[in-house]
């Protein structure tokens, strides 16, 4: 599998670091690109984020980084030398696709910007990733994925009524950027092969987090209304959301009508399945706060797996609220193989997750588990004729 993906023979230069740019570059080497991750000499910031690490023999490294950086290779250039901008731009020379996300202008003043790039190299890819965009009164700015959350909108209607603005558990400003920058690779890769040239791509963390609200983002453009914070509640459909179970907690979505039904006689709520008034998912939104509090109430006298079985044997979309202990003991999660462990130069082994597709029902494996600081900078200049 591993020479038939999809990206076999692409050459990635990464710049990147700390998660957006990773998260992309790490997709790329999923995807079958060999991807040569460019650190300073202190490596990328996220090598000393923690705790937590994992620890072998006086070894230790960031569990952050581990988690975005399998499938490369890890070469240390010092960009403020002769030697390190000459290699730097051998490693580009050989390059399809260079991924940065410095802030606008950075690399232009180290002579490796589009301009002089694409001059050189027409034929090379280039993506770049800021906080607020290469344009624009904010341009400068340093972009972080809290801050983007916050001026994105998201944080205002996340989280609980009442409750001050809580951003998401995860940096989704970040991943979602990542994503983002990968599909304007892939497209760009694909119209090069038709056009012969090189595209400049570019993504920032505040249009990802404008672009993710899409619903929310629409319900102020198209109708004026400000969302707010409604904490696991669907604002036009209902029930749907997080209900409490004797023994833990469980989510459910009943998108429509039949739903409704089967829902009821499921969990032998006989009496709110037979009331008129909330027949109809109008009816229930507008009935929310008594209906939730109804649904509570008679869902607390079951346990979550006698829920479980009862709902998804009416064939209602249902499922458990789980931590992340719960989450990789679930049988259909070890099934699937979503762990996998990878050899590692200073641990030993490391365990990562497996990459997100399949192709031909066959996931691509993980080539390369996450690499230690430079080790692979011989290796790789020394391919290029470089001492």
């Known amino acids: 599998m591993s020479d038939?993906?999809?990206?076999?023979?692409?050459?990635?230069?990464?710049?990147?670091?700390?998660?957006?740019?990773?998260?992309?570059?790490?997709?790329?080497?999923?995807?079958?690109?060999?991807?040569?991750?460019?650190?300073?000499?202190?490596?990328?910031?996220?090598?000393?984020?923690?705790?937590?690490?994992?620890?072998?023999?006086?070894?230790?490294?960031?569990?952050?980084?581990?988690?975005?950086?399998?499938?490369?290779?890890?070469?240390?250039?010092?960009?403020?030398?002769?030697?390190?901008?000459?290699?730097?731009?051998?490693?580009?020379?050989?390059?399809?696709?260079?991924?940065?996300?410095?802030?606008?202008?950075?690399?232009?003043?180290?002579?490796?910007?589009?301009?002089?790039?694409?001059?050189?190299?027409?034929?090379?890819?280039?993506?770049?990733?800021?906080?607020?965009?290469?344009?624009?009164?904010?341009?400068?700015?340093?972009?972080?994925?809290?801050?983007?959350?916050?001026?994105?909108?998201?944080?205002?209607?996340?989280?609980?009524?009442?409750?001050?603005?809580?951003r998401v558990g995860v940096a989704v400003a970040d991943v979602f950027a990542g994503s983002l920058i990968t599909q304007a690779v892939l497209a760009a890769l694909y119209q090069r092969e038709r056009s012969g040239e090189g595209r400049r791509v570019d993504v920032n963390l505040l249009e990802a987090v404008i672009s993710l609200g899409t619903s929310q983002v629409s319900r102020y453009l198209a109708a004026g209304e400000i969302p707010a914070p409604m904490g696991n509640d669907h604002r036009s459909i209902v029930p749907y959301g997080t209900f409490p179970c004797g023994d833990g907690f469980i989510n459910v979505a009943v998108g429509n009508d039949s739903l409704w039904r089967r829902f009821c006689a499921a969990l032998e709520l006989d009496a709110l399945g037979g009331d008129p008034l909330l027949a109809t998912n109008e009816g229930r939104v507008a009935r929310r706060l008594d209906l939730n509090a109804a649904l509570e109430a008679g869902m607390r006298g079951f346990t979550r797996g006698e829920v479980m079985r009862r709902l998804d044997a009416a064939g209602v979309p249902c499922g458990p609220v789980y931590d992340m202990q719960d989450v990789f003991a679930d049988e259909h999660v070890k099934d699937q193989g979503l762990a996998v462990s990878v050899p590692h130069a200073t641990l030993g082994q490391t365990t990562v997750t497996a990459a997100p597709w399949s192709f031909d029902f066959e996931r691509p494996p993980v080539r390369r588990g996450p690499p230690a600081l430079g080790e692979h900078t011989a290796e790789v200049l020394a391919e290029l004729g470089l001492e």
């Not at 301009?115 to 090379?124: C, M, N, Q, T």
């Not at 344009?135 to 209607?157: E, F, W």
Request: net charge negative; glycine share 14%; aromatic share 8%.
């Open 4 to 166: 038939n993906l999809p990206l076999s023979g692409v050459r990635v230069a990464d710049f990147t670091r700390v998660l957006t740019g990773p998260f992309c570059t790490m997709l790329l080497a999923d995807l079958g690109a060999e991807v040569i991750k460019i650190e300073p000499p202190g490596g990328d910031d996220t090598r000393a984020w923690g705790p937590p690490f994992q620890m072998s023999e006086g070894e230790r490294e960031s569990s952050y980084f581990l988690s975005v950086n399998r499938g490369k290779r890890s070469v240390v250039l010092d960009l403020k030398t002769e030697a390190g901008m000459a290699a730097a731009r051998a490693i580009v020379g050989k390059s399809d696709v260079l991924v940065e996300n410095f802030r606008p202008g950075t690399l232009d003043r180290l002579g490796l910007g589009w301009d002089a790039l694409h001059a050189e190299f027409p034929r090379l890819i280039y993506a770049a990733i800021s906080g607020f965009g290469q344009a624009g009164p904010y341009r400068d700015r340093a972009g972080y994925d809290v801050i983007a959350q916050g001026m994105g909108g998201l944080m205002s209607y996340n989280g609980e009524e009442g409750r001050p603005p809580v």
